[in-house]
Each structure stands twice: as structure tokens, then as C-alpha cells.
């Protein structure tokens, strides 16, 4: 949570213009194509968008790891922690929490329905952060790359198990409405922690 509130800190300036931006052409875009509007669909878009850039902030953070370097044997770092400790919670449980959200909204938007799907797209994409930190500062680890696969499957299972858990829900709980009156409850409490982190007062 430090890190994720650091993230936001450091980019909410061009993340509140990015968001008013984007949420203005997305609705000039469903008003001339009279496309129709689903709000939570609309949420979890943006959702994706904003996870998106708090992920390039942290995984692209060079004040990270002060030094360069390159591991490329397997459960050597993993390893070199002990469970509970700073570092295995920093560098292993944080490597694996991260990417859980990918793989959940990758999982949906790909309508994934094979561990092979969510599996080929995290690997590439763990890997291209992998070489793209290997330049900027930081180090290449294969163990990162594991990691990062094994958080995007865990947030694929939870696609998989909410989406049968769904179809057992009754009428209501499987419309719309339902899922808009959630997401507007999840938006006005993350908005009210975003205008807190900001510095800006919400009176509350």
C-alpha cells in the first residue's frame, strides 16, 4: 500500500489530466456513435488504464534497485529471503500481488478460457519489463519474470471463478444495474483516497 500510494503521489498530476482527457473523448465517442452507455463497464476500463500507468511507475522506478545486474538461474532470489521477512514480502509476495490485477483484466478482456492464454501474454510482457530494466538501471531477474506469471494466473483463476460463480447468481445480481451501484460505490471511495493523497481536502 506505501508503494501504491507513492506511485500515485508521484504521477497524480498527468494522471488527473490523463483521466479528464480520456474520460471526455470516451463520452463525446459513445455520444456520436450512440453507442450504449454500461457504467461499470466504463469503470473497469479506466480501471485497467490507471492500474496500468501506477504499474509502468513502480516497475520502471530506478530508485528501486541502485544497482545493475542479471539473474538468470531460477529460485536464486527467490530463495535468498526468508519467508516473512521485508525482503521476501517486498520482492516476492509484491511481484506476485502486482500482477494479479493483470491477469484478471487481461483474462477479461481477452475473454480467456485456457491458463495458455493469460500464461503466453504475462510471459511476454514480465519479459519486455525484465530487458527494459536491465536499461534503465536496475537488474534483469528471471525469478521477477516467475513471479509475475504466477500473479496474472492467480488473477486469471479469479476471472474464471467469478464469471461460473456468476451464473449461479440470481436475475439481479447478474444485471447492469447490480454491477453499476457496486462500481459506483468503489469509485467514490477511491476518488475521496485519490483527492486525499493529492493534498486536496474532501472533508471527511
Known amino acids: 500500500m506505501e508503494m501504491l500510494s507513492n506511485a500515485i503521489m508521484d504521477i497524480w498530476p498527468m494522471l488527473t489530466i490523463f483521466l479528464v482527457v480520456l474520460i471526455l473523448i470516451r463520452l463525446m465517442y459513445i455520444h456520436n456513435s450512440s453507442e450504449k452507455f454500461v457504467f461499470y463497464k466504463e469503470f473497469m476500463n479506466l480501471l485497467f488504464i490507471i492500474y496500468a500507468l501506477l504499474l509502468y511507475r513502480l516497475l520502471t522506478n530506478a530508485e528501486l534497485n541502485s544497482t545493475s545486474g542479471m539473474n538468470l538461474v531460477p529460485f536464486q532470489e527467490i530463495l535468498r529471503y526468508k519467508v516473512g521477512s ?62 509475475n506469471v504466477v500473479g496474472a494466473i492467480i488473477g486469471f483463476l479469479i476471472f474464471i471463478g467469478f464469471t461460473a460463480i456468476k451464473k449461479h447468481l440470481p436475475k439481479f445480481m447478474r444485471s447492469d444495474l447490480f454491477y453499476n451501484i457496486i462500481c459506483i460505490i468503489i469509485c467514490a471511495i477511491a476518488l475521496i483516497y485519490y483527492l486525499k493523497l493529492s493534498g486536496v481536502s474532501v472533508g471527511i
Open 86 to 147: 521485508p525482503g521476501f514480502n517486498t520482492n516476492v509476495i509484491g511481484n506476485i500481488l502486482i500482477f494479479i490485477p493483470f491477469g484478471y483484466f487481461v483474462s477479461s478482456y481477452i475473454k480467456a478460457s485456457k491458463i495458455s492464454h493469460i500464461l503466453i501474454v504475462s510471459s511476454v510482457t514480465s519479459l519486455v519489463v525484465e530487458i527494459v530494466q536491465k536499461y534503465i538501471g536496475r537488474s534483469f531477474d528471471i525469478d521477477d519474470i516467475l513471479l
